[in-house]
């Protein structure tokens, strides 16, 4: 199983990104796939999840901002980030558990005017 990430780049304060984060292998809508984040100097850090049914959760620090969709026929998830923030600056990672955990190798998001 692998699971490629991909949608970062550099964006203004108050802008938007969309990551991707598509998984190969079988059985995808029945595993959570969740995006976690890792700044300069910090450990990594939870941002959303979602379950295989569709259901939704977030940290505080994005909740309101940062939206986590699935779409099961194409073995993708993604999150879509709005109001971005310079402190939302990171390398953002998929991972995958309910099942055998797998990890993307993440892709860099950049706050910055």
């Known amino acids: 199983v692998q699971l490629q990430a991909s949608g970062g780049g550099l964006v203004q304060p108050g802008g938007s990104l969309r990551l991707s984060c598509a998984a190969s292998?079988?059985?995808?809508?029945?595993?959570?796939m969740g995006w976690y984040r890792q700044a300069p100097g910090k450990q990594r850090e939870y941002v959303a999840h979602?379950?295989?049914?569709?259901?939704?959760y977030y940290s505080v620090s994005v909740k309101g901002r940062f939206t986590i969709s699935r779409d099961n026929a194409k073995n993708t998830v993604y999150l879509q980030m709005d109001s971005l923030r310079p402190d939302d600056t990171a390398v953002y990672f998929c991972?995958?558990?309910?099942?055998?955990?797998?990890w993307g190798q993440g892709t860099q998001v950049t706050v910055s005017s």
């Open positions: 991972r995958r558990w309910g099942g055998p955990e797998y």
């Open positions: 292998g079988s059985g995808f809508s029945t595993y959570i």
């Open positions: 979602i379950l295989g049914g569709g259901s939704t």
